[in-house]
């Protein structure tokens, strides 16, 4: 991600910085998304004032409406409750009257009259009904008003960047229920926000859309507003009932498609629905296919790392993630040097934004790449894709851009020719920090200074080793012998002098990072938990990994904090700095599954499981503080986490399939359990539908007093079930 900081003056405020003038949990918790539209509300479903926090409706990284506010006689309306469908389809907020007064009197008492907001998008339209009852055994008057307004600010600049200069905004209102709002960009585009009222209001001015309507007792009336972004002739005319149909089918669609995963505790389920309903959100359709976009609000596009990451932890249940991902960034892979953009021949894309500041170039982020990762989890994930599908011929089709990869991997990611990938920015304006904790201070010596470039990560070194074991064995089966031969010799070259370089006996532990003077950087951080899911490690070396990441100053209950309490930079409420991330804790899960060390990966997932069940809807966020759990306590929220986030909402995935040691063999036609172990709260689990090749099976797992046991309760005949100690 791009781009937080701790501990930095406004004066050495790094760029892109994320300003935190509030909490996004507090104001704006309610968050809707389809395709390349986002939303975030207020549990009204109001956006008021949103100022520098990213409240109002979204496209294409630019906010297209930033006021949007329902009056009762002058007055917000009372809070009954206010939530999101399982689905993430509808938001609906249940409100009522305040006590309304006229001098000294009362002429409405409270909670006479209910409001029910119902809110939907659905292709780059935000529709919403409000209906209002009567309940007074008289007729009612009743003074409404709708409130819009944009700013039409660039993500950038709702995230607190500052702008010379910026288009122009202009207001119309084309007939008596409809008001329009466009902006002529810098850039020569032309955006509009149109909104359409029916039926009409009474009145229309400035943004202001008044009601004045007498209710019978008992009687109820609705309005609707259609919000489109995009040009007036683009506005769609269906009614309420067609798109909204629509938008239930999808999600039903998309629910009933791939694994389900059912629990006897009903908390497992619902944390593994959210999941899914989360990622099913964030997910935009490419040309190639399926795209996880990063997380709402800051990163609604697609990210290379993130979404390499969240097609690994889905993998063995989703493989379609991992071929639209594959696909879409081997479309996008850099084939020329471009120093602003961090940009060299086979690099894989960091991010790509479609705002009006990434078009000016006032950010680098229109297609950057200053990313040290994405380009070895390409090829890693690649790999891991035919192993799970079987799917050559995918794998032949991208063959020239996993080959250029390799290339970067072993030239431009590694200038100096020691073997191991570094990074160091090229572009001004670029990211510092190029690994996934890329703050401008999350990389750092024991005595707290700063790590100055060319950085080798540990776990970058993990991926690529990774990458290269995994690649060679499809290169054989592609008729490339003698590159898998050198590939494997490749990785084993690395393997031991990665053993060589990185590892401090002092820490028990592998060194964060090797800086430009190959100098250790000798901090004890979660980076180090990530080096075991490449399999690069020794066993022993591992297991002491393993120890040291479980002890109390780096493990706080609910998750492994991102840098130990212990390190002079530590800091529980900082981004990268102490902070515990369940995409990262999920990482490192896997990796003690591939040490066989799974009751060490079944506390992890205790430990996610129950923080999860303390938040809002069960959605586990991108991160949260690194403070030591308290026994009836929930964690901490971090004020600007992304809410949904695609990897944090894959993590359970990856949790489930380290403890379970869950291994789909395209091969054999098997599903393979390796010595499972589970939680204690998990007594009976259900995955249905688990798919390899073109059928699908049910499988039972029961949990007895850690003893687990393992049916094929349904399904194809062909596919085998198989339980190893």
């Not at 008057?141 to 600010?153: K, P, S, V, W, Y």
């Amino acid at each position: 991600m791009n781009v937080h900081a701790s501990g930095a003056s406004k004066s050495e405020t790094p760029s892109f910085y994320i300003q935190a003038t509030a909490s996004i949990q507090e104001l704006w918790p309610r968050t809707l998304k389809n395709g390349d539209t986002f939303a975030l509300f207020d549990q009204l479903g109001d956006v008021a004032d949103p100022g520098l926090t990213p409240g109002g409706i979204f496209h294409n990284d630019m906010r297209y409406l930033s006021q949007l506010e329902l009056l009762l006689f002058g007055q917000r309306p009372l809070l009954l409750s206010s939530a999101i469908d399982d689905d993430n389809v509808v938001l609906t907020a249940d409100l009522s009257n305040p006590d309304i007064y006229q001098g000294d009197r009362i002429v409405l008492p409270r909670e006479t009259l209910h409001i029910r907001r119902s809110r939907f998008i659905w292709r780059n339209t935000v529709y919403e009904r409000i209906a209002v009852r009567n309940f007074n055994t008289q007729k009612q008057q009743c003074l409404m008003e709708i409130r819009t307004g944009t700013d039409f600010a660039d993500i950038f600049e709702v995230r607190g960047a500052q702008r010379p200069r910026r288009g122009t905004i202009t207001t119309r209102h084309p007939d008596a229920a409809s008001v329009h709002y466009d902006y002529d960009g810098l850039d020569g585009k032309q955006r509009s926000m149109c909104i359409r009222f029916d039926p009409a209001p009474r009145a229309i001015a400035k943004g202001i859309a008044s009601y004045d309507f007498t209710l019978e007792a008992d009687a109820e009336t609705a309005i609707v507003m259609t919000m489109h972004c995009g040009a007036s002739d683009s506005m769609p005319g269906d009614p309420y009932s067609i798109p909204y149909r629509a938008a239930r089918r999808d999600a039903r669609k998309a629910h009933e498609g791939g694994v389900a995963i059912d629990c006897s505790h009903r908390l497992v389920t619902r944390l593994f629905k959210r999941s899914k309903s989360d990622l099913q959100m964030l997910t935009t359709m490419t040309p190639q296919g399926p795209y996880p976009c990063a997380g709402t609000p800051w990163f609604s596009t697609p990210f290379g790392r993130d979404g390499l990451i969240a097609a690994l932890q889905t993998l063995w249940a989703s493989p379609i993630f991992a071929k639209g991902v594959l696909g879409f960034l081997a479309a996008t892979q850099a084939t020329e040097n471009d120093p602003a953009m961090d940009a060299q021949p086979g690099k894989i894309l960091h991010e790509i934004r479609h705002s009006e500041m990434a078009a000016l170039k006032e950010v680098p982020f229109g297609r950057y790449y200053g990313s040290v990762d994405a380009t070895p989890l390409f090829v890693q994930l690649a790999a891991a894709y035919h192993e799970r599908t079987g799917d050559l011929d995918t794998l032949r089709a991208l063959w020239p851009n996993i080959e250029a990869a390799l290339d970067w991997i072993d030239k431009d990611g590694d200038r100096d020719g020691d073997g191991f990938v570094e990074y160091f920015r090229e572009g001004k304006d670029g990211l510092v920090n190029q690994g996934w904790k890329d703050s401008s201070d999350s990389i750092m010596h024991a005595d707290g200074s700063l790590a100055q470039g060319p950085i080798a990560l540990c776990e970058v070194q993990g991926y690529v080793y990774a990458a290269k074991r995994g690649i060679a064995e499809v290169a054989r089966q592609l008729g490339h012998a003698a590159r898998a031969e050198d590939l494997e010799r490749q990785a084993e070259d690395l393997r031991r002098a990665f053993e060589e370089k990185f590892w401090s006996e002092e820490l028990g532990t592998y060194a964060l990072a090797l800086d430009g003077n190959k100098k250790p950087c000798l901090v004890c951080a979660s980076n180090a938990g990530q080096v075991l899911l490449s399999g690069i490690a020794s066993p022993e070396r591992a297991q002491r990994v393993a120890h040291k990441l479980l002890m109390p100053e780096n493990f706080t209950g609910w998750g492994i904090r991102t840098l130990s309490a212990d390190a002079v930079r530590y800091n529980p409420i900082s981004y990268h700095n102490g902070s515990v991330w369940p995409h990262d804790n999920s990482l490192i899960a896997l990796g003690l599954g591939r040490y066989g060390f799974r009751r060490e990966a079944s506390l992890l997932f205790r430990g996610m499981f129950e923080a999860a069940s303390r938040l809002d809807l069960m959605r586990l966020p991108e991160l949260f503080c690194g403070f030591a759990r308290r026994r009836l306590g929930a964690p901490t929220l971090y004020p600007v986490a992304c809410m949904p986030q695609a990897w944090a909402s894959a993590a359970p995935y990856a949790f489930l399939e380290a403890c379970l040691g869950l291994h789909c063999d395209y091969g054999r036609r098997e599903v393979h359990f390796r010595n499972p172990h589970l939680p204690a709260f998990v007594e009976e689990l259900h995955i249905r539908n688990l798919a390899i090749g073109d059928v699908a099976a049910d499988i039972l797992i029961r949990n007895s007093d850690g003893e687990i046991s393992v049916t094929a309760e349904s399904g194809e005949a062909d596919i085998a079930v198989r339980l190893s100690k």
